[in-house]
Each structure stands twice: as structure tokens, then as C-alpha cells.
């Protein structure tokens, strides 16, 4: 089993839709959860942390469920430039070591 | 942003080549790592420079060589390399805690390599 999993997709939906992001990490001790976004050929870029009680920025909402081991990203309202590679990123247990996901390709189409 | 910078952008280098790929971070972290990504594959790290500590990734082969002379820059010393060391290096750091819970990593913009 992959430390970190996430459907590479790509994802292709219209400006405007709702898609949502899963991820699944295999490391029960792990302690620290992070959506980063990556563009092509660029280096990856923090989108947001991943909190215990769910958290939210703007329009992405990120939730994280310890009991299942699975962290979601959920984009609102799609933009052209939400087009990119998004990273599910977790700590290898207590360590300084961030495991990375192979990513979720998303294109929004106008 | 120059939270990050990398030198050199793009490198190409023959197998008998000797390099260096520079990294230095403006961010007052305490923690730098080099990164390979290779197409198609996940960030793969290759070693960790944390509270004067160097942590290894077992697997990477001996022609990659580090150095972390002081907290903000870090090095990667390239020898004999060959054609599937081809890929972007990247750089990151963060702040690090001695236990617990870590801090996100930044990165730089990488070095694309090419070994011909």
C-alpha cells in the first residue's frame, strides 16, 4: 500500500462546478496534513494545512478524518486558473519527513 | 517570491561531469531538504538538514552529495551522473519542532537537470 494515495484523475469539469479531492494515508501516527498545488513545470506551492476540526479558505475546504485516514479538498465555484496539480502531503509519523502524494490533476474548462 | 531561490534554472551536464546545485532560503527556517522529481512520480526526498542534524534517504546513490554549511544554504554536489538522474531538483525548508507536530515546507523554484 502507497504511503499516500490520491486518484491522479485528471479531473475535467466546467467553470463554476464543485469538485472534491480524496487522499488516503497509510501512517496513523502522522500528525500534520497539507493540500499543496502544483502548476506545470513549476515547484509545488502550499494551498493550505489540514485541520483536525476541518478548516476553509475562501473557496477550498479541506477535512481531515484520523478514524478513516482520509483527507479531502473541496473546490467551489471552479476558476480557469484553479487548473493544476494538487499534492496530498502528510509527516511520516513524528519526523520531519513530509511523504507526498502523486497528485490530482485538475483542468477547468470555460 | 524569493522566499526560496535555486541556482542554476536549467543544467546540462555529460556523465563525466562534475556539479553543484545551490539553495539558499530568506525565511529564518531551521530545516532544508532536496527533493527529486521525476515525471510521473511523487516527490521523492533525498536528504534532510534539520537542527544540524542530516538525515539520509537510503536509496539515493552515492554521486549526490550534500552540504549544509550554515542553516539558510544548502548544497548538492553532482559526480558521474547518469541519463535517469535526469529530473527537477528541488529545494525546500521550514521551521522545525524537536517533536510533534511540523511546520509546512516552502520550496524554490527547482533546478531542471538534464544528464546526457
Known amino acids: 500500500r502507497k504511503e499516500v494515495e490520491q486518484d491522479p484523475g485528471p479531473f475535467n469539469v466546467p467553470e463554476g462546478a464543485t469538485v472534491a479531492f480524496n487522499c488516503t494515508y497509510s501512517?496513523?501516527?502522522?500528525?500534520?496534513f497539507f493540500w499543496y498545488r502544483q502548476d506545470c513545470r513549476k515547484e509545488p506551492k502550499l494551498l493550505m494545512s489540514v485541520y483536525s476540526s476541518g478548516n476553509e479558505d475562501g473557496r477550498f475546504t479541506a477535512q481531515l478524518n484520523r478514524a478513516s485516514q482520509y483527507i479531502s479538498l473541496l473546490i467551489r465555484d471552479s476558476k480557469l486558473s484553479d487548473s493544476a496539480t494538487y499534492l496530498c502531503?502528510?509527516?511520516?509519523?513524528?519526523?520531519?519527513?513530509?511523504?507526498f502524494g502523486q497528485g490530482t490533476t485538475l483542468q477547468v474548462k470555460p | 517570491e524569493t522566499g526560496v531561490t535555486q541556482t542554476p534554472r536549467h543544467l546540462v551536464m555529460g556523465m563525466t561531469n562534475k556539479k553543484s546545485l545551490k539553495c539558499e532560503q530568506h525565511l529564518g527556517h531551521n530545516a532544508m531538504y532536496w527533493y527529486k522529481q521525476s515525471a510521473k512520480k511523487p516527490l521523492e526526498l533525498m536528504f534532510v538538514y534539520s537542527l544540524e542534524e542530516r538525515v539520509e534517504n537510503n536509496s539515493v546513490p552515492s554521486r549526490f552529495s550534500p552540504e549544509c554549511p550554515n542553516s539558510s544554504h544548502l548544497f548538492l554536489h553532482l559526480h558521474t551522473l547518469q541519463p535517469e538522474d535526469s529530473a527537477l531538483y528541488l529545494c525546500?525548508?521550514?521551521?522545525?519542532?524537536?517533536?510533534?507536530?511540523?511546520?509546512?515546507?516552502?520550496f524554490g523554484p527547482g533546478t531542471r537537470l538534464t544528464v546526457t
Open positions: 502531503v502528510v509527516n511520516e509519523g513524528n519526523t520531519g519527513k513530509l511523504i
Open positions: 525546500a525548508s521550514s521551521q522545525r519542532r524537536t517533536q510533534g507536530a511540523i511546520y509546512e515546507q516552502y
Open positions: 501512517n496513523s501516527a502522522s500528525q500534520s
